[in-house]
Nanobody
Framework: QVRLVESGGGSAQAGGSLRLSCVASGYTFSSNCVGWYRQVPGKEREGVARIYVGGGVTRYTWYADSVKGRFTISHNARNTVYLQMNSLKAEDTAMYFC????????????????WGQGTQVTVSS
């Protein structure tokens, strides 16, 4: 049973940084897409970044326009994906979720089979 656990959320000042982690418990990445999403109450869930890990190598990354140049997605080639968030803005405040496709899933139009419970990020201006 794959379980995704996010951590690293918290409070930060505008302009500050946070690093989120997503650990896939009981699983080792093989050819998967992992995505970070965020959601604010009353709004639709928004894609933030995605990364495709195949054979331990990064083969594809994607970022939402709103975070390009500020956020970086990476992985440890085993079971953890990170989201480094720099130059944070108040509008980055949201619950952040990670998601994982089954092995062989693509990242251009991913279908995520597993979701974490989320970690809250609050940025004050």
């Amino acid at each position: 049973q794959v379980r995704l656990v996010e951590s690293g959320g918290g409070s930060a000042q505008a302009g500050g940084s946070l690093r989120l982690s997503c650990v896939a418990s009981g699983y080792t990445f093989s050819s998967n897409c992992v995505g970070w999403y965020r959601q604010v109450p009353g709004k639709e869930r928004e894609g933030v970044a995605r990364i495709y890990v195949g054979g331990g190598v990064t083969r594809y990354t994607w970022y939402a326009d709103s975070v390009k140049g500020r956020f970086t997605i990476s992985h440890n080639a085993r079971n953890t994906v990170y989201l480094q968030m720099n130059s944070l803005k108040a509008e980055d405040t949201a619950m952040y979720f990670c998601a994982l496709t089954r092995a062989g899933g693509n990242c251009q139009e991913p279908v995520f089979d597993y979701w974490g419970q989320g970690t809250q990020v609050t940025v004050s201006s």
